[in-house]
């Protein structure tokens, strides 16, 4: 039913290589041919890769020749023949050895662990096999970790190693394994820490779980996600005995092998993932009938555990109850069985006999190729031995994917492997696979094919709303689903559907979930209007536009609303005291706000230089160039003063830089400069430019472009003269216009709710006031009587319709008159507030 090899060393001579048949009473019968000299010295290891059926001993130890030979097993006889590339030699280094030997499922990778004391020549060296060659791929140093032992996962996907740690905490390194090249690549995060002391014996099971013993010989369980170790609560599970090897029965049982002992542990596997525990067995340990129990393998069938006896040279043969893990002693051969002048048992193999012939296997053609999906098609041929198949598929020869398996039965022609059906995978995209089959005779495997998955579609996109709406800028928020490719995504924003700006364009990944798009932050917007906007996302099959949507942003600061309610409020200043006072139109005029702000020989500047839609209370010192503003936003509990200007300035603030706040400027009639320092950076900063005469000019600074900025703009009452530069131009370019008489007094406003300025003059002769809309751009006015001679216009949004009201303070009775736009001028509303020497507030836009 298999075969016995086992590596026996000499001490200077050469190594020797023993070999018995396993029946199925358990008993052992000598090979013909063997014992025979490896030609390598040193002790070692002993290693059957069962996908090739391929037998290795690696010849080391500290006096080792540090060589590897290898071997094709005849499974019907038990007999060894030299493979082409063997023996192979592995790198050297002073004061170690190679300790370790392990082989991926596939028998293609093999990898080897130098072991030794002296930090800078450990390493881990991997080769890459195939049926004539053995070429070293990886040669990687492992300090402070000693590689006594390793194991690959049963995917072949990663490797772990690990054994004596040289005064550190690290325990053991783990490597992701390109199988179609055999080059190593270490973990994140490894070398790794779970627990403290050496380890050895690394085995890995079907789950993922990786099972090590520690030098005070206690057993350790991991579970593992994407090749990364996690100990298992319980670690470290106890063990009364010293422990030299372990190995993994696949019933679920965790087997260990005692030098001093001279008998084998047998513990449980209960549970799973992190609740894995380790419990012994009825009987365990059991007595193992020779010396120094040294190592341990199980049959084929796992009916029988063999036990070689390194200090008493003999072997022990179990019977192994796969149900209670008891073993029963059926065999212990004669001490000295292996002679009398070699020192001592290395390791030992077991190879199952087989007379069957492996499969024949041919990997068809993909169909059904989708977007995500395919179908992988093949056959194979059982060669009269009950036959398993499956596909193995991925991004690379690496595969690292399989289908389920599939019975084929044990006839003698070939049969189509279904359960080719694959989903998930990556669309646009190459997909290696091949079809592998497997029975008593060995796994045979396909050639490799290859198809490509359809293109990616664009990318699916969804405009969302906006959020944190201010005055002047607003957060554009959307998602986008990559549909499978690179794809990057941004917003066009602006105030029609041609957009015409956009956000910073941000990168999405290739997943296929929607992703939210970020980098939708946009400022320098204006107030009280419209904006659309919409996200876009493109990758490799096109550009997907969202839905338009749209947003409206806040209210722009109301000439003189001092409460905040989007209405003007009749409001005076009282030079004599320095005192405000504001007729709330939120209480219907019932009530009112007083602050004492200013002296008699202060200007007023009233505006809204905090940015929370209130007017503050602000005076400009000639004598000084001090402005200071009192705060709405603190309920008018601090203030801020800046010095801006000289004394024969004339003092015009508004929002000259668009961030929704007044700042601070003037007029310097001497050379029609205009000097505007710039709240947007905390009046660290400001900008002049040249626009006007000097005394002939007056300055009356809008937004007349309509760009949420402020204008600099004068009226030359000897021409009517109205010049208007650009900010939406960054003032390259102006208009001017001319309206009104010598004798008429300026009053420019958003009279027609466009969002623009109009030029507007009041005529105290007639108390006519005539207004040239920019709504027509500048092509047709209108006109209303509304005022006496004596009468101070004072025009603002008194009825919050979004248009100027023709209004005038009388000072002879300080009555107020409105005369209401939102009613088409046919009513108006009168109030009695301020004295003769008041100043009525009229800040202009």
Not at 96 to 109: E, I, K, L, Q
Not at 334 to 344: A, I
Not at 351 to 378: D, Q, R
Not at 491 to 515: I, K, M
Request: hydrophobic share 35%; proline share 7%.
């Amino acid at each position: 039913m298999g075969y016995v090899y086992t590596l026996v060393t000499t001490g200077p001579g050469t190594n020797i290589l023993f070999g018995a048949a396993l029946d199925t009473n358990g008993t052992l019968t000598n090979l013909a041919g063997f014992p025979f000299p490896t030609g390598g010295t040193g002790g070692g290891r002993v290693m059957y890769d069962a996908a090739n059926k391929r037998l290795y001993a690696l010849n080391s130890g500290t006096s080792g020749s540090n060589t590897v030979n290898a071997w094709s097993v005849n499974t019907a006889t038990g007999a060894l023949t030299a493979m082409p590339f063997s023996p192979f030699f592995l790198p050297t280094g002073p004061f170690t050895f190679f300790r370790s030997m392990c082989a991926n499922p596939s028998g293609s990778v093999l990898v080897f662990g130098r072991e030794g004391v002296y930090p800078g020549f450990l390493n881990v060296a991997s080769f890459l096999i195939t049926a004539t060659t053995a070429t070293q791929v990886s040669f990687l140093g492992t300090d402070p970790i000693s590689p006594a032992s390793c194991t690959f996962s049963q995917n072949g996907a990663f490797l772990y190693t690990g054994g004596i740690h040289l005064n550190s905490t690290v325990n053991f390194r783990g490597y992701s394994v390109n199988q179609s090249t055999g080059v190593l690549t270490e973990l994140p995060g490894s070398p790794f820490t779970t627990y403290l002391g050496d380890a050895y014996g690394y085995r890995a099971d079907s789950s993922g779980r990786l099972f090590a013993f520690k030098a005070n010989n206690d057993g350790l369980v991991f579970t593992t996600s994407a090749g990364i170790p996690a100990a298992v609560p319980g670690n470290p599970f106890p063990n009364a005995q010293s422990v030299s090897s372990m190995l993994l029965h696949p019933s679920g049982y965790y087997l260990t092998t005692s030098l001093d002992g001279n008998n084998i542990g047998v513990f449980r596997i209960n549970g799973s993932g992190s609740a894995t525990t380790l419990s012994p067995v009825a009987g365990s340990p059991f007595a193992n009938g020779g010396l120094g129990s040294l190592v341990s393998v199980v049959d084929g069938t796992g009916n029988f555990l063999v036990t070689a006896n390194s200090h008493s040279r003999n072997t022990t043969v179990f019977g192994f109850d796969q149900v209670t893990g008891a073993l029963t002693q059926l065999l212990v051969t004669p001490p000295n069985s292996f002679g009398t002048n070699y020192l001592t048992i290395s390791d030992l193999a077991f190879a199952p006999a087989s007379t069957a012939t492996p499969p024949t296997v041919v990997t068809g053609s993909a169909s059904g190729i989708g977007t995500n999906s395919a179908t992988v098609n093949g056959t194979a041929n059982p060669n009269g031995s009950a036959t398993n198949a499956n596909f193995e598929y991925g991004l690379t020869t690496g595969y690292g994917n399989t289908t389920p398996v599939q019975s084929l039965g044990s006839g003698n022609s070939p049969v189509s492997i279904g359960g080719g059906g694959v989903t998930g995978l990556a669309c646009g995209s190459v997909y290696h696979f091949r079809a592998t089959a497997t029975n008593a005779g060995g796994t045979s495997v396909g050639s490799d094919a290859t198809f490509t998955t359809a293109a990616c579609p664009p990318p699916t996109v969804v405009t969302g709303i906006a959020t944190g709406i201010s005055r002047t800028g607003a957060t554009l928020n959307g998602t986008a689903n990559p549909n499978g490719a690179a794809t990057t995504a941004y917003f066009e924003y602006g105030r029609t559907v041609s957009y015409g700006t956009t956000t910073p364009v941000q990168t999405l990944g290739a997943g296929n979930s929607g992703v939210a798009i970020g980098g939708g932050s946009i400022t320098g917007l204006i107030c009280n209007t419209l904006y659309h906007f919409r996200a876009v996302a493109t990758n490799t099959s096109g550009t997907t536009n969202g839905a338009d949507a749209t947003l409206t942003t806040v209210r722009c600061a109301i000439t003189s609303d001092f409460d905040g309610d989007g209405k003007a409020d009749p409001t005076v200043y009282r030079p004599s005291t320095g005192g405000w006072f504001a007729l709330q139109s939120s209480t219907n005029y019932s009530s009112s706000l007083a602050f004492s702000w200013g002296l008699s020989t202060d200007t007023p500047v009233p505006g809204d230089y905090d940015g929370d839609g209130k007017i503050d209370p602000a005076i400009f010192r000639p004598s000084t160039g001090l402005w200071a503003i009192l705060k709405s936003s603190t309920n008018y509990t601090t203030s801020t003063a800046v010095s801006w200007g000289l004394s024969t300035d004339v003092p015009v603030p508004g929002d000259f830089d668009g961030d929704g706040k007044a700042d601070p400027t003037v007029f310097r009639a001497s050379t029609g400069g205009w000097f505007i320092l710039k709240s947007s950076t905390n009046y660290t900063t400001s900008f002049g430019v040249s626009w006007g005469l000097s005394t002939a000019d007056t300055p009356l600074p809008a937004d007349y472009d309509g760009d949420g900025k402020a204008d600099p703009a004068i009226y030359r009452p000897s021409t009517g003269l109205w010049a208007i530069l650009n900010s939406s131009t960054n003032y390259t370019t102006s208009s001017a216009v001319s309206w009104g008489l010598s004798t008429d007094v300026a009053v420019p406003g958003d009279y027609d709710g466009d969002g623009k300025a109009d030029p507007t003059v009041f005529r105290p002769s007639t108390g006519g006031w005539f207004v040239l809309t920019s709504s027509t751009n500048y092509t047709s006015s209108f006109g209303v009587s509304w005022g006496l001679s004596t009468d101070v216009p004072a025009p603002a949004d008194f009825d919050g319709d979004g248009k100027f009201d023709p209004a005038v303070f009388g000072p002879s009775t300080g009555g107020w008159h409105i005369l209401k736009s939102s009613t088409n001028y046919t009513t108006s509303a009168s109030f009695s507030w301020g004295l003769g020497t008041d100043t009525p507030l009229y800040q202009r836009p």
